[in-house]
């Protein structure tokens, strides 16, 4: 069983920055692939990225590549969000999620655990 907790989500402006936290329970944790989803009113969530614990490669989805980047802590169990150059549409609740993966995955159905987001909103 994984635990995720998600942090750092607030109001800014556009072409602001804020950094999301995602700390993850358990040892099993760290053999886990990770990623950040998010969900706009009225849409499907969506992928944003995603990293592999263990090697640490990664995967940016194209509408926020160059302004989004995932990195990981290994010693304290955490995958960051840093979200630079925001815009309206980027407002969404953020999820963090786990699962039993080789690598950095795009696809929701891959993930089995969820943490319960975190709302970032960005004002015109």
């Known amino acids: 069983q994984v635990q995720l907790v998600e942090s750092g989500g607030g109001l800014v402006q556009a072409g602001g920055s804020l950094r999301l936290s995602c700390v993850g329970s358990g040892r099993a944790f760290r053999s886990y692939g990770l990623a950040w989803f998010r969900q706009a009113p009225g849409k499907e969530r969506e992928f944003v990225a995603a990293?592999?614990?263990?090697?640490?490669?990664?995967s940016v989805a194209d509408s926020v590549k160059g302004r989004f980047t995932i990195s990981r802590e290994y010693a304290r169990n955490t995958v960051y969000l840093q979200m630079n150059s925001l815009n309206p549409e980027d407002t969404a609740v953020y999820y963090c999620?786990?699962?039993?993966?080789?690598?950095?995955?795009?696809?929701?159905?891959?993930?089995?655990?969820w943490g319960r987001g975190t709302q970032v909103t960005v004002s015109s």
């Open positions: 990293i592999s614990f263990i090697s640490g490669s990664t």
């Open positions: 999620a786990a699962g039993v993966l080789s690598g950095p995955r795009a696809g929701r159905n891959e993930y089995d655990y």
